[in-house]
């Protein structure tokens, strides 16, 4: 799944090259179905949002015919995504967006807040950076890579973190996403932005995905991969793997490539 900085790469170049323009025809395709739907969200939005006065404006340059000429094509595979028209002054307080956490790279964000909810739960850090009604953004990736930056284990639980060492998670976050919107995301797998370009920050990535690899950190050890299996049938299982996996050097190295099932 697209994490923050390939969501805001994709928001950039989109807000750049379609703001001003109107869509003339809305298609949806279902493989599945074998059909080609068309829908007029055009009536909807005519219906429903404009006044009497831009109705007439809207009908005028609808029947226009358009000077330039663009396709927006949304491909969503594993269907997780969705389409909602709402007026965007409201839109933070509707479903889903009033549960979503706070934006690392546009919200300011409160450590020692963060700090007391974390103290409330016994849950491994790992799958706490993962939840989106906190802070938002963070998927596999880029948690892998801020908890070996900050030498945090993955499976420390949040309430047996210090204050410092949750200001360290958030700088750290942030440091790492922002490098990553600057490289245009990662493209480890196969996200491309709507320019057809793959991101760079794949390239610099220390553990996700690196299994087997020299540490970065030029310790001399190799990283290794630490499946995290969230059942407690596995826990047993789970810290033999640990043991097992995980390598701590006199640096203070945590070399994992963390995967989750």
Not at 11 to 38: C, W
Not at 185 to 209: A, H, I, M, W
Not at 225 to 253: D, H, M, P, Y
Request: glycine share 4%; net charge positive; aromatic share 8%.
């Amino acid at each position: 799944m697209p994490e923050l900085p390939e969501v805001e790469t994709v928001r950039q170049i989109l807000r750049a090259e379609i703001i001003g323009k109107k869509f003339r025809k809305v298609e949806i395709y279902k493989p599945k179905d074998e059909t080609n739907k068309r829908v007029s969200l055009i009536k909807n939005i005519k219906e429903k949002l404009l006044t009497p006065e831009q109705k007439k404006l809207f009908e005028k340059h609808n029947n226009e015919s358009a000077k330039e000429t663009m396709r927006l094509t949304y491909r969503d595979a594993r269907r997780f995504g969705g389409f909602r028209l709402q007026i965007f002054e409201d839109y933070k307080k509707t479903e889903p967006y009033k549960n979503i956490g706070i934006d690392l790279l546009d919200e300011k964000v409160d450590a020692e807040l963060l700090f007391k909810h974390y103290q409330k739960r016994k849950i491994p850090i790992k799958n706490a950076l993962l939840e989106q009604k906190i802070i938002s953004g963070i998927g596999n990736i880029y948690a892998s890579e801020i908890l070996f930056d900050t030498k945090i284990h993955p499976l420390k639980k949040t309430n047996q973190l210090t204050e410092l060492e949750v200001k360290d998670i958030i700088c750290s976050a942030q440091t790492i996403l922002k490098e990553a919107l600057k490289s245009g995301g990662t493209s480890e797998f196969d996200f491309v932005n709507p320019l057809s370009r793959e991101g760079s920050f794949q390239n610099k990535l220390k553990v996700y995905n690196r299994k087997g690899k020299p540490c970065h950190n030029n310790c001399g050890s190799l990283i290794e991969k630490l499946e995290v299996v969230q059942e407690k049938a596995n826990e047993k299982k789970l810290k033999e793997r640990i043991n097992w996996g995980l390598f701590a050097t006199s640096s203070g190295c945590f070399h994992y490539s963390d995967t989750r099932s």
